[in-house]
Protein backbone atom coordinates (compact mmCIF):
# COMPACT_ATOMS: atom_id res chain seq x y z
CA UNK A 1 0.00 0.00 0.00
CA UNK A 2 2.47 2.58 0.90
CA UNK A 3 4.73 1.54 -2.13
CA UNK A 4 1.86 2.11 -4.63
CA UNK A 5 1.03 5.32 -2.57
CA UNK A 6 5.05 6.39 -3.11
CA UNK A 7 4.51 6.15 -6.65
CA UNK A 8 1.48 7.92 -7.12
CA UNK A 9 2.68 10.79 -5.25
CA UNK A 10 6.04 10.63 -7.63
CA UNK A 11 3.55 10.58 -10.59
CA UNK A 12 1.90 14.06 -8.95
CA UNK A 13 4.95 15.28 -8.51
CA UNK A 14 6.03 15.06 -11.79
CA UNK A 15 2.75 15.76 -13.47
CA UNK A 16 2.37 19.03 -11.85
CA UNK A 17 5.91 19.95 -12.88
CA UNK A 18 4.93 19.40 -16.39
CA UNK A 19 2.33 21.24 -16.22
CA UNK A 20 3.92 24.32 -14.48
CA UNK A 21 6.89 24.27 -17.28
CA UNK A 22 4.39 24.29 -19.81
CA UNK A 23 2.20 27.05 -17.96
CA UNK A 24 5.59 29.29 -18.18
CA UNK A 25 6.96 28.67 -21.76
CA UNK A 26 2.48 29.86 -22.62
CA UNK A 27 3.32 32.99 -20.12
CA UNK A 28 6.17 34.26 -22.11
CA UNK A 29 3.75 35.39 -25.01
CA UNK A 30 1.13 36.41 -22.90
CA UNK A 31 -0.70 39.71 -23.83
CA UNK A 32 0.46 38.85 -27.65
CA UNK A 33 -2.13 37.98 -30.61
CA UNK A 34 -2.47 33.96 -30.60
CA UNK A 35 -3.34 32.34 -33.57
CA UNK A 36 -6.55 30.84 -32.44
CA UNK A 37 -7.61 34.47 -31.93
CA UNK A 38 -6.65 35.85 -35.12
CA UNK A 39 -8.41 32.66 -36.71
CA UNK A 40 -11.85 33.30 -34.76
CA UNK A 41 -12.30 37.14 -36.05
CA UNK A 42 -11.82 35.99 -39.41
CA UNK A 43 -12.18 32.31 -40.26
CA UNK A 44 -16.26 32.86 -40.83
CA UNK A 45 -15.83 35.03 -43.25
CA UNK A 46 -13.20 33.39 -44.86
CA UNK A 47 -15.23 30.11 -45.26
CA UNK A 48 -18.21 31.59 -46.95
CA UNK A 49 -16.67 33.58 -49.67
CA UNK A 50 -13.77 30.65 -50.14
CA UNK A 51 -16.95 27.84 -50.37
CA UNK A 52 -18.53 30.01 -52.46
CA UNK A 53 -15.44 30.40 -55.24
CA UNK A 54 -14.56 26.75 -55.06
CA UNK A 55 -18.46 26.06 -55.98
CA UNK A 56 -18.03 27.71 -58.90
CA UNK A 57 -14.66 26.51 -59.21
CA UNK A 58 -13.06 29.80 -59.43
CA UNK A 59 -9.74 28.12 -57.76
CA UNK A 60 -7.57 31.21 -58.51
CA UNK A 61 -10.08 33.79 -56.37
CA UNK A 62 -9.97 30.92 -53.42
CA UNK A 63 -6.10 30.76 -53.38
CA UNK A 64 -6.45 34.88 -53.35
CA UNK A 65 -8.70 34.49 -50.49
CA UNK A 66 -6.50 32.17 -48.57
CA UNK A 67 -3.46 34.00 -49.06
CA UNK A 68 -5.41 36.91 -47.56
CA UNK A 69 -6.47 35.87 -44.80
CA UNK A 70 -2.86 34.48 -44.07
CA UNK A 71 -0.84 36.99 -45.09
CA UNK A 72 -2.97 40.19 -43.14
CA UNK A 73 -4.60 38.25 -40.47
CA UNK A 74 -2.84 35.57 -39.05
CA UNK A 75 0.83 36.46 -40.19
CA UNK A 76 2.36 37.70 -37.02
CA UNK A 77 0.18 35.73 -34.80
CA UNK A 78 1.85 33.49 -32.08
CA UNK A 79 0.83 29.54 -32.56
CA UNK A 80 -0.57 27.95 -29.30
CA UNK A 81 0.76 25.51 -27.51
CA UNK A 82 -1.01 22.97 -29.11
CA UNK A 83 -0.47 19.25 -27.67
CA UNK A 84 0.57 16.52 -29.60
CA UNK A 85 1.52 12.67 -29.23
CA UNK A 86 5.01 11.63 -30.39
CA UNK A 87 5.57 7.65 -32.07
CA UNK A 88 5.92 6.44 -28.48
CA UNK A 89 2.60 7.61 -27.59
CA UNK A 90 4.26 10.01 -25.20
CA UNK A 91 2.51 13.73 -24.87
CA UNK A 92 4.86 16.28 -26.84
CA UNK A 93 3.65 20.32 -26.84
CA UNK A 94 4.41 22.99 -29.53
CA UNK A 95 6.68 24.43 -27.41
CA UNK A 96 8.88 21.87 -26.33
CA UNK A 97 10.61 22.44 -29.59
CA UNK A 98 12.89 25.38 -28.87
CA UNK A 99 13.89 26.04 -31.83
CA UNK A 100 12.26 28.05 -35.42
CA UNK A 101 9.96 25.29 -36.74
CA UNK A 102 8.39 24.07 -39.85
CA UNK A 103 5.20 22.33 -39.25
CA UNK A 104 3.19 20.48 -42.29
CA UNK A 105 0.03 18.89 -41.17
CA UNK A 106 -0.74 15.35 -42.94
CA UNK A 107 -3.41 12.46 -42.44
CA UNK A 108 -2.61 9.03 -43.78
CA UNK A 109 -4.89 8.91 -46.32
CA UNK A 110 -3.59 12.34 -47.65
CA UNK A 111 -0.26 11.51 -47.93
CA UNK A 112 3.17 13.56 -49.49
CA UNK A 113 3.19 13.83 -53.17
CA UNK A 114 5.68 12.02 -55.28
CA UNK A 115 9.51 13.28 -54.55
CA UNK A 116 8.13 15.49 -51.15
CA UNK A 117 9.22 12.83 -48.21
CA UNK A 118 13.19 13.18 -50.01
CA UNK A 119 12.79 16.83 -49.86
CA UNK A 120 11.49 17.20 -46.42
CA UNK A 121 14.38 14.80 -45.13
CA UNK A 122 17.06 16.77 -47.60
CA UNK A 123 15.42 19.78 -45.96
CA UNK A 124 16.06 18.45 -42.48
CA UNK A 125 19.47 17.48 -42.75
CA UNK A 126 20.16 20.95 -44.41
CA UNK A 127 18.80 22.69 -41.37
CA UNK A 128 18.50 20.27 -38.81
CA UNK A 129 20.70 23.15 -36.77
CA UNK A 130 18.80 25.90 -37.26
CA UNK A 131 15.17 24.81 -37.69
CA UNK A 132 13.24 21.97 -36.83
CA UNK A 133 10.90 20.17 -39.35
CA UNK A 134 7.54 18.44 -37.33
CA UNK A 135 4.75 16.15 -39.59
CA UNK A 136 1.86 16.55 -38.03
CA UNK A 137 -0.73 13.89 -38.99
CA UNK A 138 -4.34 13.44 -37.99
CA UNK A 139 -4.81 9.71 -37.62
CA UNK A 140 -4.12 6.40 -35.41
CA UNK A 141 -0.65 5.97 -33.80
CA UNK A 142 -0.35 2.69 -35.82
CA UNK A 143 -0.97 4.06 -39.13
CA UNK A 144 1.21 7.27 -38.37
CA UNK A 145 3.82 4.67 -37.66
CA UNK A 146 3.33 2.65 -41.37
CA UNK A 147 3.22 6.08 -43.01
CA UNK A 148 6.30 7.84 -41.01
CA UNK A 149 8.94 4.62 -41.93
CA UNK A 150 10.21 6.86 -44.57
CA UNK A 151 11.42 9.85 -42.97
CA UNK A 152 14.30 10.72 -41.58
CA UNK A 153 15.19 10.39 -38.09
CA UNK A 154 15.85 14.14 -38.19
CA UNK A 155 12.03 14.99 -39.04
CA UNK A 156 9.96 14.85 -35.67
CA UNK A 157 7.05 13.34 -36.58
CA UNK A 158 3.76 13.79 -34.48
CA UNK A 159 -0.27 12.84 -34.40
CA UNK A 160 -3.60 13.38 -32.95
CA UNK A 161 -5.68 10.43 -33.07
CA UNK A 162 -9.36 11.75 -33.49
CA UNK A 163 -10.83 8.29 -32.69
CA UNK A 164 -9.82 9.03 -28.77
CA UNK A 165 -11.63 12.08 -28.99
CA UNK A 166 -8.82 14.02 -26.74
CA UNK A 167 -7.55 16.81 -28.70
CA UNK A 168 -10.92 18.40 -30.25
CA UNK A 169 -9.37 22.11 -29.65
CA UNK A 170 -6.40 21.57 -31.68
CA UNK A 171 -8.40 19.25 -34.69
CA UNK A 172 -10.73 22.66 -34.92
CA UNK A 173 -8.13 24.92 -35.43
CA UNK A 174 -5.41 23.30 -37.11
CA UNK A 175 -7.09 20.51 -39.32
CA UNK A 176 -10.86 22.02 -39.91
CA UNK A 177 -9.87 25.46 -40.82
CA UNK A 178 -7.18 26.14 -42.97
CA UNK A 179 -7.21 22.49 -44.65
CA UNK A 180 -4.34 20.22 -45.08
CA UNK A 181 -1.79 19.96 -46.10
CA UNK A 182 -0.87 22.88 -44.65
CA UNK A 183 2.64 24.42 -43.97
CA UNK A 184 3.69 27.36 -40.77
CA UNK A 185 6.51 28.88 -40.61
CA UNK A 186 7.12 29.29 -37.00
CA UNK A 187 10.26 31.31 -35.27
CA UNK A 188 12.02 30.44 -32.09
CA UNK A 189 9.24 32.70 -30.12
CA UNK A 190 6.61 30.99 -31.43
CA UNK A 191 5.89 34.23 -33.62
CA UNK A 192 3.69 32.22 -37.42
CA UNK A 193 6.50 33.93 -40.12
CA UNK A 194 4.54 32.45 -42.74
CA UNK A 195 1.66 30.47 -44.00
CA UNK A 196 0.91 28.39 -47.00
CA UNK A 197 -0.58 25.48 -48.94
CA UNK A 198 1.69 22.35 -50.05
CA UNK A 199 0.98 21.91 -53.42
CA UNK A 200 1.60 18.84 -54.74
CA UNK A 201 3.67 18.37 -58.39
CA UNK A 202 1.74 17.70 -61.29
CA UNK A 203 1.53 13.55 -62.28
CA UNK A 204 3.78 12.07 -64.63
CA UNK A 205 6.61 14.31 -63.60
CA UNK A 206 9.79 13.00 -63.67
CA UNK A 207 11.28 12.24 -59.45
CA UNK A 208 14.13 14.22 -60.40
CA UNK A 209 11.99 17.32 -61.25
CA UNK A 210 9.24 16.32 -58.68
CA UNK A 211 11.88 16.15 -55.83
CA UNK A 212 13.51 19.65 -56.70
CA UNK A 213 10.15 21.32 -56.55
CA UNK A 214 9.10 20.48 -53.41
CA UNK A 215 12.95 21.04 -52.21
CA UNK A 216 12.38 24.40 -53.57
CA UNK A 217 8.84 25.09 -52.36
CA UNK A 218 10.10 24.57 -48.64
CA UNK A 219 13.45 25.65 -48.98
CA UNK A 220 12.79 29.62 -50.59
CA UNK A 221 10.72 30.10 -47.59
CA UNK A 222 13.02 28.65 -44.73
CA UNK A 223 15.94 30.67 -46.59
CA UNK A 224 13.67 33.85 -46.44
CA UNK A 225 13.06 33.28 -42.73
CA UNK A 226 16.73 32.93 -41.77
CA UNK A 227 18.41 35.75 -43.47
CA UNK A 228 15.25 37.89 -41.64
CA UNK A 229 16.48 36.95 -38.64
CA UNK A 230 20.25 37.10 -39.36
CA UNK A 231 19.34 41.05 -40.32
CA UNK A 232 17.64 41.08 -37.15
CA UNK A 233 20.48 40.16 -35.21
CA UNK A 234 22.73 42.62 -37.56
CA UNK A 235 20.67 45.42 -36.61
CA UNK A 236 20.25 44.94 -32.94
CA UNK A 237 24.39 44.39 -32.67
CA UNK A 238 24.27 47.41 -34.81
CA UNK A 239 22.34 49.50 -32.54
CA UNK A 240 24.01 47.68 -29.06
CA UNK A 241 27.30 49.38 -30.84
CA UNK A 242 26.05 52.69 -31.30
CA UNK A 243 24.87 52.60 -27.51
CA UNK A 244 28.44 51.51 -26.22
CA UNK A 245 29.79 53.87 -28.00
CA UNK A 246 27.48 56.96 -27.00
CA UNK A 247 28.03 56.00 -23.26
Known amino acids: MKQLLCILLI ?16 DSIKDKVLFTEALALHLADYNEKADFAYRQRNFKKAQHLFDSITVNHLTGSYINNFKFHNLRGKEVYL ?9 I ?6 IPGKGAIPAINEIAKKYKDQIQIIILFWDTRDKVKKVSKEFSNTVNIVYVDETQNKSPYVVKQLKHSLGLPTCFLINKDK ?6 RYTAVAYGTPIENALK ?6 DEGITSHLINSEDTKVIKSQLASGKDKKE
Open 11 to 26: FLFFNAVSISAQEKKT
Open 95 to 103: YDFDKSIYL
Open 105 to 110: TYASWC
Open 191 to 196: RIEDIT
Open 213 to 218: KNFNQI
